[in-house]
């Protein structure tokens, strides 16, 4: 069976979900898969894995996961001895939301910050012209512009992606630390 092995859900024909252990040594190769199980109910789950002898089960020393709770409750029952180790892509989606979720919130400050200023325009009867930065973009279009560099590495970012997230980071320092952050689970 192996000692490290990961659990999931996967939609394999129609939508519906089925519960995969498979072991991490081979790779997805010939020998990964040790269970697939229709469903993805804790319970069901259980009653179905329970069916691998224990010796086996209890010499799992590490189980990959991601934060489901039906999971962890999966591989607490199942592999006791296991530790749980929440996967990769998991943790690193979590972080690129909430990056995301930074950007967002200061693309709106900055829009009702416009809308304030085109109201003080027109109480004046000027016409509101954004300040614009040394790239062309205004503050929130540099915020709706930059949402795909910050998926991506810094060696992957055009020309234009470099400059605008330099100007980015200047304006919003919390976002480069963050986008820092999330690169180290890249």
């Known amino acids: ?3 490290h092995l ?3 859900e996967v ?3 129609q939508g519906e979900l089925y519960t995969i252990v498979t072991n991490k040594k081979f790779k997805g190769k010939k020998g990964s898969l040790v269970a697939i199980i229709a ?3 804790a319970e069901q789950v259980i009653e179905h894995i329970s069916k691998i002898d224990y010796k086996k089960r209890s010499s799992v020393q590490e189980i990959t996961l991601d934060m489901a709770n039906s999971m962890k ?3 607490k029952r199942c592999f006791s001895k296991a530790i749980q180790v929440t996967d990769r892509f998991h943790v690193q989606k979590l972080a690129l939301e909430a990056l995301q979720e930074m950007r967002i919130k200061y ?3 900055a829009m009702d910050a416009d809308n304030q200023l085109i109201v003080l325009a027109k109480r004046e009867n000027k016409v509101y012209i954004p300040k614009l930065l040394s790239n062309g973009d205004s503050v929130k ?6 949402r795909y560099l910050l998926y991506k590495s810094r060696e992957k970012w055009t020309q234009n992606q470099q400059e605008r997230a330099q ?3 200047e304006l919003y320092p919390d976002i480069k630390i963050a986008y820092n952050g999330s690169l180290k689970e890249r």
Do not use: P, V
């Open 1 to 3: 069976m192996g000692t």
């Open 6 to 8: 990961s659990i999931d």
């Open 11 to 13: 939609a394999l024909s």
């Open 39 to 41: 469903g993805t109910k």
């Open 73 to 75: 409750l999966i591989s």
């Open 107 to 109: 693309r709106w400050e």
């Open 141 to 146: 279009q540099l915020l709706a512009r930059s």
């Open 167 to 169: 100007m980015l980071f």
